[in-house]
């Protein structure tokens, strides 16, 4: 395209055109340096150039064309287009796309094609000021704004590069909001997309603390007496002694009277000052550490999950009550430790965890929590945080699929390797059948399997690339849906999940006969609980999910899967 084509009309009075809107208004380069003074404050060179363009694009796309527009920069070019077409960031119709190149396109926005006009760095080697100024080869207070100008003038479109595009298909989506939810920290509405709490209270919020916001833990005025004057005196809080590398408890609790002979280990303990119980108990408006851990508690703990104790140190642990996976609501987590002066720390979710064990800890953090802060991180826990789900113990039908192992000319591995690792997980396997790698064998045999009442169904190996590599067809045939072929696990990456009715269907990739821990072992205890897999489940397991094959394998108690 030749941007010699874009002819130069003259308006009325017979003023020479620089630029014009959509509608067709024209604007002599006075005149269009008075628009933009009133717009943007300031004649911005690359304002006026970019009049130019938004022009020479107009005509490049036709009058007829219902058009959008991408700017490839944020400086100057989008008011241009703003000014000049219907296109805003307001209306989103303008989307910039902020790659720092002093381009812009406008396109069709029914089918994408369009006009892209961009400044060309070869042509304005001819014109020194613009050069300058582009490159800004002189510092602003040096540059000659008038002689600018007249060259700019001058160039007119001479220095432009005019091309025909077309936009990726996601530009011609609509934008969308999403759901809108309340923010459980300011209280203002947003995106549930931007995560658990709005974007602001994540921390990007433009603004400087205010002096009542900048001390979110003050405390409440407590009194304090020195200890000596403490005897005979119940504490407000538990006291925590920690002996360095043996031990940490609670050297006084909540409501302990100090007697003249612990005034000895108080100064150990280096307790010069003691908080009293007497004129601190109730405190208006503040929420005692202990009292905060109990609500927590209440609101944290789902099925399967119990606080046993009461707060000590003002912290609250969770116990499993009985053996099973361990689910915790991550988003919600993190939505519970964003608000300041509270923490909840929890073991990882989809593991098995046994019965009695701790499963997560809460605490606040200062001995008085404000309030509105209590408040805010209890309207957070409107449902459990923690979950034990109960595993059941699955019948399991093995299916060994291989042309040299049903030959007998290799012993099979795969059924005592799924048959140990099934005991572990305390599931009984009850019958384990042998096809070679035929679709129609494969076929056969998990319906043989499904008719023999089994719960869930392995078969191993042909989930590689080859030509023989049939089991999926095979399971396709049985009737298998909700078919997830391919996961985001190292070793076991051709593993597949499906399921044929209620029957739960795992196919296993051959390198389980060379890696001790695979995908089979993360994956098991989801299905024993019953939980449905998702793909976006298997896509956040990629985190972490890569072994290291070390020598001495450690799993659970090593970082796979985690
Ligand atoms: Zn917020």
Redesign the pocket.
């Known amino acids: 395209m030749n941007t010699n084509d874009v002819e130069i009309k003259l308006d009325a009075n017979h003023n020479e055109v620089w630029c014009h809107d959509h509608k067709g208004n024209c604007y002599s380069f006075d005149a269009y340096i008075d628009l933009i003074q009133s717009f943007h404050g300031f004649a911005a060179p690359g304002l006026i150039i970019g009049g130019r363009m938004v022009a020479t694009a107009l005509q490049h796309i036709g009058q007829r064309v219902m058009f959008d527009a991408v700017c490839e920069t944020s400086h100057c070019l989008p008011d241009a287009i703003q000014l000049l077409t219907l296109c805003t960031m307001g209306n989103g119709w303008l989307k910039i796309e902020d790659l720092g190149r002093f381009a812009l396109a406008l396109y069709d926005k029914h089918d994408g094609s369009g006009v892209r006009v961009a400044l060309d760095c070869e042509k304005i080697k001819a014109w020194p000021e613009i050069k300058n100024w582009f490159y800004k080869l002189t510092p602003k207070s040096a540059q000659d704004t008038s002689l600018l100008e007249k060259e700019i003038h001058k160039a007119g479109s001479a220095i432009f590069n005019v091309k025909h595009i077309r936009v990726k298909p996601k530009l011609l989506q609509k934008r969308r909001v999403g759901t809108t939810i309340d923010?459980?920290?300011?209280?203002?509405a947003?995106p549930t997309k931007h995560g658990p709490?709005?974007?602001?209270?994540?921390g990007e919020d433009p603004y400087s603390p205010t002096s009542d916001e900048r001390d979110l833990l003050a405390q409440p005025n407590l009194i304090a007496v020195p200890a000596a004057e403490a005897i005979g005196q119940k504490v407000l809080h538990d006291m925590t002694e920690i002996i360095a590398h043996k031990s940490k408890k609670a050297a006084f609790v909540h409501g302990q009277t100090i007697s003249a002979g612990d005034l000895c280990r108080l100064q150990q303990m280096g307790r010069q000052n003691i908080y009293l119980e007497e004129g601190n108990q109730a405190v208006p408006g503040w929420i005692h550490e202990n009292d905060a851990a109990a609500n927590f508690a209440r609101a944290m703990a789902g099925e399967g999950v119990v606080v046993k104790d009461s707060p000590r140190e003002g912290k609250i642990t969770f116990r499993a009550t009985r053996s099973g996976l361990l689910v915790i609501d991550e988003q919600r987590l993190e939505a519970f430790n964003m608000i300041p002066g509270v923490m909840c720390a929890t073991r990882q979710s989809g593991q098995l965890v046994a019965e009695g064990r701790p499963v997560g800890a809460s605490r606040a953090i200062p001995l008085f929590l404000a309030q509105d802060l209590f408040n805010k991180a209890l309207s957070v826990l409107d449902s459990p945080l923690m979950t034990v789900l109960p595993t059941r113990r699955a019948k399991i039908g093995i299916l060994v699929t291989g042309t040299e192992v049903f030959r007998g000319l290799v012993r099979d591995e795969f059924e005592p390797l799924i048959r140990a690792k099934s005991q572990k997980f305390g599931c009984e396997v009850v019958h384990a059948l042998v096809v070679p790698d035929n679709r129609q064998a494969i076929c056969d045999g998990i319906r043989e399997l499904v008719n023999m009442g089994m719960d869930l169904l392995v078969t191993t190996a042909g989930l590689s690339v080859d030509p023989d590599d049939v089991t999926r067809y095979g399971l396709m045939d049985a009737g298998a849906e909700d078919l997830l072929y391919g996961i985001p696990v190292l070793p076991g990456a051709m593993t597949l999940l499906a399921r044929i009715g209620n029957i739960q269907v795992m196919g296993v990739p051959a390198c389980a006969l060379h890696s001790k821990i695979t995908a089979f072992d993360l994956l098991m205890p989801y299905l024993l609980a019953g939980k449905n897999i998702t793909r976006r489940d298997l896509a956040r397991m990629g985190h972490g999910s890569l072994c290291l094959e070390c020598e001495v394998c450690n799993f659970p108690r090593c970082p796979f899967g985690k």
């Not at 923010?183 to 203002?188: A, K, L, S, T």
């Not at 709490?197 to 994540?202: A, L």
């Open positions: 923010c459980p920290m300011c209280g203002e947003f709490v709005c974007r602001g209270c994540q």
